[in-house]
């Protein structure tokens, strides 16, 4: 394309070993190259931005100074990664980023030698880093061998627990590992907590020239002839304002704050590091999330869809209904106004949640916890146990973080938290790492949980209202991404009876009892199979937990054949069916039962539709299911 920005010196990067000719003048050339290759790049495809813009300078660095892939760079969570990857030989794919054969949006081991350790979730950078450094100690075996070990965090990631339990074992073990704290003020959302204002200090209280000026000359790792002048310049440092302290007495030698766009303080730095250091290392490097295009936004470009590069507008499918996530913020909010106990806690996405909208309304009791989804299911049961409603707001996947804390904390003690699954099933572009897989499963097997599945987005409101009433024991209700398919809406959601499911379409032969929101794709499939003389009975469970045993059994003896429909792995709603069904000797009486889950695989991303073609779950594998469990040709052949 014509409109591509023009970048000589990155067109002459094959490998990051093609960054030793250059220059430290032509680095910092390079990296505002790299910067435009980005923006044209995700303007083309969308993505997360704005954390690649942030460490475009970064990037270039480690990968003049380390020597990739026998070094291991490790990006935390590695939203930030499309500049390294268009420096680690995939500039030329980079336009199929979060695409369908693409490449993958995150750092992915199976993808190229460059990634050592894949990410989507946060947290888990310096933990990996540590394996690394163990294993090149004791000799371990890796293809592409065994160096220097380097984690870059965000402010937002190390302050999950995680972070720290491995802050704490890399200071025990004294290993040389290199942690880079990329402090850009801003995570997804606004970063919280006691953390973020320490980060703040560390740089509030003198003149950032003096700390550029420290960082230059790295003055913990001096030589020895020139430490005792510089030890004066390091306490003078420190003395200015909270320093290291906090990463000292972990047992990191702490090097910054510096400026994380500044080349020359990163190369000097870096190459100082690298020649001196004998333990864990912490580099503190200040940036800019969205830097040199989207610094100005409000989210800094966290996740963006296709844009205009000269003006930023995006270009979004125009939307025909509300999506889930707004009718679920609505309706909390209408229960909210009428009961002043209701609370929301969410985990470091507002935004993402609805939960901006309920904060906007009711900010004394909406909870942003930062990346610590542990902790917001265990201050969830805290809350509920004290008397209040609280309604935690967790992707389905990020909720697999916490899930010991919803067996032992909430679902032992019978609290009734309300678990608001957003992102249920697969989600697209993101891929398997953020795909809502397991939920259903990971739940339904915990005594008296209640579990539903909204359908469409009226029963969304109606679940809402449901999980309210629920007070003595914990419920979830799921919900997927994106728009919903545009029905009526109430204007106050109404409690559903708990485990009951209801009746959609009576017919003959065979039944399809839905779970979740493929109940549209059974009503498309209902419509094929009608053209070919076969009327299914149609059912929508609402509760995989307690089951509707009462609908199940009536399904049995009225139809041949028996079909679950659920946007979930193996050992969920169809699992708990087929265990009723084999229990009360339905089988033995000679049902046809079939199950559609997803299979056990992870799907690569693609458009959701792809992915759930790949998974077998469109309307024209459901009538493929039907015909096959019936005995029908499925060419045709017999009606």
Request: include cysteine; hydrophobic fraction near 40%.
């Amino acid at each position: 394309m014509t409109d591509r920005p023009k970048t000589p010196l990155l067109d002459q990067v094959t490998t990051p070993r093609d960054l030793q000719r250059f220059s430290d003048h032509d680095l910092t050339r390079l990296a505002h190259e790299l910067r435009a290759e980005t923006i044209s790049a995700v303007s083309e495809t969308g993505g997360h931005l704005g954390a690649g813009l942030g460490v475009v300078e970064l990037t270039v660095a480690l990968h003049a100074v380390f020597d990739a892939p026998r070094d291991k760079i490790i990006w935390d969570v590695s939203h930030q990664c499309y500049p390294h990857k268009i420096l680690t030989g995939r500039r030329d794919r980079i336009r199929s980023l979060r695409q369908k054969g693409g490449l993958s949006g995150f750092t992915k081991r199976s993808e190229s030698p460059y990634d050592p350790f894949g990410a989507a979730h946060s947290s888990t950078s310096i933990s990996a880093a540590l394996g690394f450094a163990v294993a090149r100690d004791l000799s371990g075996a890796c293809e592409t061998g065994l160096g220097d070990a380097i984690a870059i965090i965000g402010d937002g990631s190390i302050s999950a627990g995680m972070a720290y339990e491995a802050l704490n074992n890399a200071g025990h073990l004294k290993k040389r590992l290199i942690v880079i704290l990329n402090d850009n003020e801003m995570s997804i959302a606004p970063p919280t907590g006691a953390m973020s204002a320490y980060l703040s200090r560390l740089y509030a209280g003198a003149p950032f020239q003096e700390f550029k000026a420290a960082a230059k000359g790295a003055v913990s790792l001096l030589p020895e002839p020139f430490q005792h002048g510089a030890r004066r310049a390091k306490e003078l440092l420190k003395s200015a304002t909270v320093g290291g302290t906090l990463f000292e007495e972990l047992g990191f030698d702490y090097i910054g704050p510096i400026d994380g766009h500044d080349m020359d303080q990163l190369l000097a730095v870096l190459r100082t590091v690298k020649a001196r250091a004998d333990g864990p290392m912490l580099i503190h490097a200040i940036t800019k999330k969205g830097k040199g295009y989207a610094e100005d936004r409000p989210d800094r470009g966290h996740a963006t869809a296709r844009f205009d590069v000269v003006t930023g507008k995006q270009h979004k499918a125009p939307s025909n209904a509300p999506s889930y996530t707004r009718v679920f913020a609505d309706a909390l909010i209408a229960e909210a106004a009428e009961d002043p106990l209701v609370t929301a806690v969410t985990a470091a996405m507002p935004d993402g949640t609805g939960l901006n909208l309920f904060a906007e309304r009711f900010p004394e009791r909406c909870f942003d916890v930062g990346i610590a989804e542990q902790h917001a299911v265990t201050f969830s049961a805290g809350m509920a146990a004290g008397g209040l409603k609280p309604f935690c707001a967790l992707y389905s996947t990020f909720l697999q973080r916490g899930y010991d804390q919803v067996v032992h904390d909430v679902a032992i003690q019978r609290l009734p938290v309300r678990f608001a699954i957003d992102r249920a099933g697969l989600v697209g572009a993101d891929g398997a790492t953020h795909a809502g897989s397991f939920d259903i499963a990971y739940l339904a097997n915990l005594p008296d949980f209640v579990v539903m599945a909204a359908a469409d987005e009226a029963e969304l409101v109606h679940m809402v209202r449901t999980a309210l009433e629920i007070g003595d024991r914990p419920s979830a209700f799921r919900f997927p991404r994106g728009e919903g398919v545009g029905v009526e809406l109430p204007a106050r959601g109404q409690a559903l009876e708990i485990g009951k499911g209801r009746m959609i379409a009576d017919g003959n032969r065979v039944a399809l009892l839905n779970f979740g929101t493929r109940l549209k794709e059974v009503r498309e499939a209902a419509e094929i199979l009608a053209q070919k003389g076969i009327t299914p009975t149609i059912a929508d469970a609402r509760f995989a937990k307690p089951l509707d045993t009462d609908l199940i059994d009536q399904l049995a003896r009225h139809h041949e054949a028996l079909i679950t429909i659920e946007e979930g792995a193996i050992g969920g709603f169809g699992s708990h069916v087929a265990q009723h069904l084999a229990e009360t000797g339905v089988f033995d009486r000679g049902i046809k039962y079939r199950s559609m889950v997803l299979p056990d695989i992870f799907i690569d991303q693609a458009s959701p539709r792809d992915m759930y073609a790949v998974a077998g779950m469109n309307a024209e594998d459901i009538v493929t299911k039907v015909l096959m469990t019936l005995g029908v040709d499925v060419l045709g052949k017999r009606a």
